[in-house]
């Protein structure tokens, strides 16, 4: 009788701890460097993080076409210089991606109708063909004139500067 209770208290034992291995949580392994580099972040993304902080929305295509919507409830009149440097710095911040040809940045703003109502409208539009930005030396953004050199541009009536 003491060799049945005594196997049945060594398997009791070895099921409990085998038991026990499985019901312990899992620890999460230290990642590499090189896992790390492979969850890369969207380069595109990553571009427009420098500049723009707040809300904005990127549309990729796989032909490297690129449109970039920020919503900047700030925006008011006087402020298209404002808008026109942060365009270039993420035009130029976009030069460095290699999958990029041909990008475009819109703004929106609060704008409102004749009624008084408010509503998000688009109030500042540039976009560049893939052989004019590719002419552009981005290094110098601060120096260009977007409006002179992009291919085309619109504005809305109400931002001035």
């Keep these: 009788m003491k060799k ?3 196997i049945g208290a060594l398997s009791a034992f070895l099921l409990a ?4 291995d499985e019901a312990k949580p899992k620890e999460d392994k230290p990642v590499s460097a090189e896992t790390e580099q492979k969850q890369e ?3 595109v993304e990553e571009a427009v993080k420098t500049v723009i902080k707040d809300d904005y929305e990127i ?6 076409l690129v449109r970039i919507n920020i919503k900047d409830k700030k925006i008011h009149e006087g402020s298209k210089s404002q808008i026109l440097k942060k365009s270039g710095k993420i035009f130029a911040e976009l030069s460095k ?3 990029i040809q041909s990008p475009s940045i ?5 704008l409102t109708d004749q009624y008084g109502n408010e509503e998000m409208g688009e109030v500042y539009g540039i ?6 930005f590719k002419k552009v030396n981005w290094d110098n953004y601060e120096k260009l004139d977007l409006e002179a ?3 085309g541009y619109k504005q809305h009536e109400s931002l001035k500067d």
């Design 106 to 110: 819109y703004w929106f703003a609060p």
């Design 4 to 6: 049945i209770f005594y």
């Design 41 to 43: 972040k969207n380069p």
């Design 127 to 132: 976009f560049f063909d893939a052989e004019t």
């Design 59 to 64: 549309v990729e295509s796989d032909e490297g």
């Design 97 to 99: 991606v290699e999958s």
């Design 17 to 20: 701890a085998c038991g026990e």
């Design 149 to 151: 050199i992009a291919p």
